[in-house]
Nanobody, 115 residues
Framework: QVQLVESGGGLVQPGGSLRLSCAAS????????AAWYRQAEGKEREQVAT???????NYGDSVKGRFTISRDNAKNMVYLQMNNLKIEDTAVYYC?????????WGQGTRVTVSS
């Protein structure tokens, strides 16, 4: 069983930055692909960014050029650097990792962008 713990969320003004972290732990696992999702109030969960084991990145259109996903395979960490945040980025952000057997979700970290 893999546990994921996200951190780094909070309140930020429009134009500001935040860095989300996702720490994965558990016995004998390795992360294949990883992703960040978000869910705004009253909306469906959407994929924000993905990263493959080799480091290939993909982004949703709404965050391209502003967000950067990265990973540290040695530490089993996944990150999401969010720059130039907009009010519409307000949501709960979830980390998702895919191992050989299944995928896992974190509990989410809330990001609020407000002036």
């Amino acid at each position: 069983q893999v546990q994921l713990v996200e951190s780094g969320g909070g309140l930020v003004q429009p134009g500001g930055s935040l860095r989300l972290s996702c720490a994965a732990s558990g016995p004998r696992f390795s992360i294949n692909a990883a992703a960040w999702y978000r869910q705004a109030e009253g909306k469906e969960r959407e994929q924000v960014a993905t990263i493959s084991r080799s480091g290939m990145e993909n982004y949703g259109d709404s965050v391209k050029g502003r967000f950067t996903i990265s990973r540290d395979n040695a530490k089993n960490m996944v990150y999401l650097q969010m720059n130039n945040l907009k009010i519409e980025d307000t949501a709960v952000y979830y980390c998702n990792v895919l191992t050989v057997t299944r995928d896992y979700w974190g509990q989410g970290t809330r990001v609020t962008v407000s002036s």
